[in-house]
């Protein structure tokens, strides 16, 4: 009889201490940050963890500070009756898989990005109030059948989940192939683990063109602006007078939530 044993996973490490703008690190360096660990390669100093080649990623680590750009409080007030399932914690954990959100440039630039997608979620999901899609008539919709994997997990598997609604058999499959996770077979788990939701919302914000000509990350940090967001997300049925009302309507949300995180909204705000 052959005897197979299994190896218990190791308990993340303790939290170095938070890293700092200010403070100068040599190589070896260990610091915290979003809650991971991280590794100086050589001399550094105000280059954020995750921003640039110079750390290396130890992993997730327990009893630290959160040092994102959002604060609990803050998000607490952007989304005073959202739904239950979207924890802070949840988006808090779901940063390692872009670690440049929120993470580059400027301390204004990096609030900013935080505030334009945390906006696009908060129109998408009505205040995080929806954790999927509300009609279930358009679920079937969302399948599509000539791509060569199908929809394993059934016609009606692929409707909108979490913060920004994402939905479509092919997005799943992209997004599962770029976050190590089977979405395409096992599409509920957006709708089961608040990370997951958040990272299927960051992977299209920093992975997807969609309509527009740039991701949503690079129109943040590229200096193009929150409408050029819009158009990344929804292109003409909202921009160049498509819809100028939810244009406006988002604008409102931005300026909103940047004022909140105590930042100024910046310029290029429709498109």
């Known amino acids: 009889m052959t005897q197979t044993t299994t190896t218990a996973a190791q308990p993340a490490a303790p939290c170095a201490p938070l890293w700092s703008a200010s403070t100068a690190y040599t190589a070896g360096g260990t610091v915290s940050h979003h809650g991971r660990n991280w590794t100086a390669k050589w001399w550094t100093q105000n280059e954020n963890p995750g921003a640039t080649g110079v750390w290396d990623d130890r992993g997730a680590c327990t009893g630290g500070v959160s040092d994102f750009v959002v604060s609990e409080a803050q998000f607490d007030e952007i989304f005073p009756d959202r739904n239950p399932f979207y924890t802070y914690q949840g988006l808090v954990d779901a940063l390692h898989a872009y670690p440049r959100f929120a993470n580059t440039g400027t301390p204004a630039t990096r609030a900013r990005e935080a505030a334009a997608f945390l906006t696009h979620a908060d129109f998408e999901s009505v205040g995080l109030q929806y954790v999927k899609e509300i009609n279930e008539d358009n679920y079937w919709r969302k399948c599509d059948y000539s791509r060569p994997y199908g929809c394993p997990a059934g016609q009606k598997a692929y409707y909108g989940r979490g913060p920004i609604m994402?939905?479509?058999?092919?997005?799943?499959?992209?997004?599962?192939?770029?976050?190590?996770?089977?979405?395409?077979?096992?599409p509920w788990l957006v709708e089961r683990d608040p990370s997951v939701a958040w990272q299927t919302a960051l992977w299209y914000w920093n992975t997807q063109n969609g309509p527009g000509t740039m991701t949503s990350?690079?129109?943040?940090?590229?200096?193009?602006?929150?409408?050029?967001?819009?158009?990344?997300?929804?292109?003409?049925?909202?921009c160049d007078g498509g819809n100028p009302?939810?244009?406006?309507?988002?604008?409102?949300?931005y300026e909103r939530i940047t004022s909140v995180l105590g930042t100024a909204p910046g310029s290029g705000l429709t498109c």
Request: charged share 20%.
């Open 245 to 253: 009302a939810s244009v406006a309507a988002r604008v409102s949300k």
């Open 217 to 238: 990350h690079e129109a943040m940090v590229g200096g193009a602006g929150f409408g050029e967001t819009i158009r990344s997300l929804n292109g003409a049925l909202e």
């Open 166 to 186: 994402f939905s479509w058999n092919f997005n799943y499959k992209a997004a599962g192939d770029a976050l190590g996770l089977d979405l395409l077979g096992d």
